[in-house]
């Protein structure tokens, strides 16, 4: 409901989440994602509460919907906490309690938490890229690095969409990026790295370092990377 009403927005939205926002008590989730949404639409009343929330260890989604609405009014506190967040590792079972579920044939559930950082990752990419601030893409490249590909896919797409020339850098590493395989074991290559250098010529064509990643690109494997590479010079 509460995803619907911003979607909605229009006073009639705010007045009905302000009404909610009264009726939990202080620290409690849906509270805080109440005033995110009230944030996201404009009102800024429980900015204090979006910002409790981003601070949240154990809400980590909700602490990055708390920095997308935050950096929406120039408020970029959000954008540490979000490469912290970005470096968390998966959670493991102790060495006992790990043997004990192994012996007893029940799962780790260290598949589900590594599940889990993987989409934690991949949402802090598209936030970061939404953003589209110079202090994003440092944490952007580091997740052109992770060990998932659809981590390093998602960090790639988020480069692209950026306005900000200080994301010409991230492009040309995520010209150097391996995105892995479809599901029909075709490589995801030429399609995102000619997606990639799309991008760096139609929003940053004049931008120091976009001539070395054509450069670069007139070096590639795929025919189709290397055109378009050799028209935009």
């Given at each position: 409901i509460i995803d619907t009403l911003t979607r909605v927005g229009g006073d009639d939205a705010v007045a009905v989440l302000s009404k909610a926002y009264d009726h939990y008590k202080d620290g409690?989730?849906?509270?805080?994602?109440?005033?995110?949404?009230?944030l996201t639409l404009g009102d800024d009343t429980h900015v204090d509460t979006v910002r409790m929330a981003l601070e949240q260890e154990?809400?980590?989604?909700t602490s990055a919907n708390a920095a997308l609405a935050l950096a929406a009014h120039g408020d970029l506190s959000g954008i540490p906490v979000l490469d912290r967040l970005a470096h968390t590792e998966p959670k493991k079972d102790s060495g006992g309690v790990a043997a004990l579920k192994f012996l007893?044939?029940?799962?780790?559930g260290n598949?589900?938490?590594?599940?889990?950082?993987?989409?934690?990752?991949r949402r802090i990419a598209r936030t970061l890229g939404t953003i589209d601030q110079p202090e994003c893409v440092a944490t952007l490249e580091t997740l052109l690095a992770?060990?998932?590909?659809?981590?390093?896919?998602?960090?790639?797409?988020?480069?692209?969409?950026?306005?900000?020339?200080?994301?010409?850098?991230?492009?040309?590493?995520?010209?150097?990026?391996?995105?892995?395989?479809?599901?029909?074991?075709?490589?995801?290559?030429?399609?995102?790295?000619?997606?990639?250098?799309?991008?760096?010529m139609a929003r940053h064509p004049g931008a120091e370092g976009t001539a070395e990643l054509l450069?670069?690109?007139?070096?590639?494997?795929?025919?189709?990377?290397?055109?378009?590479a050799l028209v935009g010079n």
């Open positions: 409690d989730l849906l509270q805080a994602t109440i005033a995110i949404s009230l154990d809400w980590p989604f007893s044939g029940a799962s780790t598949a589900d938490e590594k599940s889990r950082i993987i989409r934690l990752r992770d060990d998932d590909a659809n981590v390093r896919s998602s960090a790639a797409y988020a480069l692209m969409g950026m306005t900000t020339p200080a994301a010409v850098p991230g492009l040309r590493a995520a010209m150097e990026v391996d995105y892995g395989v479809t599901a029909e074991k075709k490589s995801r290559n030429p399609a995102i790295h000619a997606a990639t250098l799309r991008a760096a450069l670069a690109a007139e070096q590639s494997p795929d025919p189709t990377v290397r055109f378009m």
